[in-house]
């Protein structure tokens, strides 16, 4: 049987103005600001995103959720994989050009190809986005996930949206 290709969208990638990245040997050496919005083209049918933004910085030992598209292993050959699960943050940095968190071993990692998803906090209120995924890097006992808090970046985030070009 044939399977039916999902619709694609086209945009623009706008990346925050103080996006910085130093790559030495294939490996991301450093970062700042890392993250964007798209700016599609036509608006994605029947989707209508909560965009919640966070009111307070994520704390080590919160219960995030964090989503992943592509193999479901390591290395997988099974590409197209929708994952996601719950993780608590073991660490939180905040420096005048870092603000991000991460997830050291036990529960749900990033994987090759998930970089820019998506993290979230989900409470009886809603789901707020509190971090979008940077990769992951081989950490004291395993591997280590970090994502770029948006609670620095709501403002910026939020005049992305407003913005009449956006869709």
């Known amino acids: 049987d044939w399977v039916g290709i999902p619709e694609s969208y086209e945009g623009t990638v706008v ?17 700042q600001a890392d993250l964007a919005v798209i700016r599609l083209e036509k608006a994605v049918a029947d989707i209508n995103p909560d965009g919640n933004m966070p009111e307070v910085e994520v704390k080590p030992d919160e219960s995030l959720v964090m989503v992943g ?4 292993a390591d290395k997988g050959i099974d590409s197209g994989v929708r994952r996601f699960g719950r993780n608590l943050v073991t660490e939180v940095i905040t420096t005048r050009d870092i603000k991000e968190f991460r997830f050291t071993a036990g529960e749900v990692h990033v994987l090759a190809g998930d970089s820019g998803g998506p993290c979230f906090r989900e ?5 707020w986005l509190v971090g979008i995924s940077g990769g992951f890097t081989k950490a004291k006992g395993g591997r280590e996930s970090w994502f770029t808090s948006t609670y620095y970046y709501r403002d910026w985030i939020e005049r992305q949206k407003r913005d009449p070009s956006v869709n």
């Open 15 to 31: 990346a925050h103005e103080n996006f910085r990245s130093e790559v030495q040997d294939g490996k991301v050496k450093s970062h």
């Open 69 to 72: 598209l592509g193999p479901s």
């Open 123 to 127: 409470t009886a209120e809603g789901r």
